[in-house]
């Protein structure tokens, strides 16, 4: 009896020994929780309507909840070294040359994930060496870069910090011109600043700011820093990602521009889950259909996008596609402008076959077409 009663105290001991140096050396061994690499939990608001519940109080309820998960994003980049500042005769010639200082942004962000994840904009932390975000309660992290996606100007960056704040997403999708919104971020590095104003316009297209735009337009003063910030209604439920204003001061003059939230979850997803965005190309070029065209075709005018150009053994030659083709719906969706088609066909599948409802001078037909992969273009020169 006492032997056994020693070789189990020996086992207890060894096990308690390994236990020990996994839980040092390989904690992760240990941690049972789920990936958190293909979900991102996220809070969603349970009412889609912009109906305020805050009563009297005005907007402070909604500034209240949507504040703390608002957060300033400081980036900085190392100043370029000169190649020749340590050559003698450099010196010589043109003298010491004066230090250059490191490049130094500001934005802001929002915590969309007890996980930490965080939108915000591409441009806000493009070619950052790092990045600090600074939480409304004073709390610091520095943050890694998930993803970026330029061609609708969204970043997402994760911070390892516990006890995160984190904004309720609403429906982008239920927002009406007139409805209230705030803007919260973090303008000119002043702190935290929430402005209102109203929706001004929806859909906002052809602006050249992103490949592809679905703004909405908001009169709420935007500034710099504001970007990557959250547009909330009055309930505090996330609606866009503020990004760019109209300006011919610098400031905010009641034009402001914001990604609707169907968008940036949906680039935040596809980041997440797979490290990119990954979009359907078919090879046309599109053309606006005016309303004489749309007249000859006999079709309502802005019912359809007409292709003036066709890439050779691309997926919508290979389905019959060609020059002069009038495209009125991809995968059942109606489209009316160029920027309608290119949302509505990069929404699309690489490999998985879709309809697509064409208008010809000789009548209607529908065509299968089998969309490829759309490559990411060069990214643009900063203006």
Do not use: C
């Not at 050559?87 to 010491?96: A, E, I, L, S, V």
Request: glycine content about 12%; proline content about 6%; charged content about 15%.
């Amino acid at each position: 009896m006492k032997r056994l009663w020693l070789v189990f105290a020996q086992s207890v001991t060894v096990l308690l020994a390994a236990f020990f140096v996994v839980a040092t050396l390989k904690p992760q061994w240990l941690d049972r929780r789920p990936a958190l690499t293909t979900v991102v939990p996220v809070l969603e608001s349970a009412n889609p309507t912009n109906v305020s519940s805050l009563g009297a109080t005005g907007f402070s309820g909604a500034a209240r909840a949507a504040s703390p998960a608002v957060v300033s994003i400081n980036t900085s980049k190392a100043a370029a070294n000169n190649l020749h500042s340590g050559d003698p005769w450099f010196r010589f010639f043109f003298g010491d040359q004066p230090q250059v200082q490191p490049q130094t942004g500001l934005g802001s962000g929002v915590i969309v994930s007890p996980a930490g994840y965080i939108l915000t904009n591409n441009h806000v932390i493009e070619e950052a060496d790092e990045i600090e975000v600074m939480l409304n309660d004073g709390r610091k992290g520095v943050a890694k870069v998930i993803g970026t996606d330029p061609e609708t100007d969204l970043a997402i960056l994760k911070i390892e910090l516990t006890d995160l704040p984190v904004i309720t997403l609403g429906n982008s999708d239920a927002l009406s011109i007139g409805d209230q919104v705030l803007a919260i971020g973090n303008p000119f590095g002043v702190g935290q600043t929430v402005t209102g104003g109203i929706v001004s316009a929806l859909g906002r297209t052809q602006l050249g700011i992103n490949t592809f735009e679905n703004f909405i337009q908001t009169d709420a003063a935007i500034n710099p820093g504001n970007s990557g910030g959250a547009l909330v209604d009055v309930n505090g439920h996330l609606m866009g990602i503020n990004t760019a204003i109209y300006s011919r001061s610098g400031g905010s003059m009641g034009i402001g521009f914001a990604i609707p939230t169907s968008t940036a979850r949906s680039v935040m997803e596809s980041i997440v889950r797979d490290g990119q965005v990954t979009r359907g190309w078919i090879g046309v070029e599109p053309q606006e259909l005016s309303p004489e065209l749309a007249e000859s075709f006999g079709i309502p005018a802005g019912s359809g996008v007409i292709i003036t150009g066709v890439l050779q053994n691309g997926p919508a030659a290979q389905a019959g596609i060609r020059p002069g083709d009038v495209i009125t719906k991809v995968a059942g969706r109606d489209v009316g402008t160029v920027a309608q088609l290119l949302s509505a066909v990069a929404a699309l599948s690489p490999g998985a076959p879709a309809t697509m409802d064409v208008v010809r001078r000789d009548g209607k037909t529908q065509l299968t077409v089998t969309p490829g992969r759309r490559t990411t273009p060069p990214r643009q020169q900063q203006r």
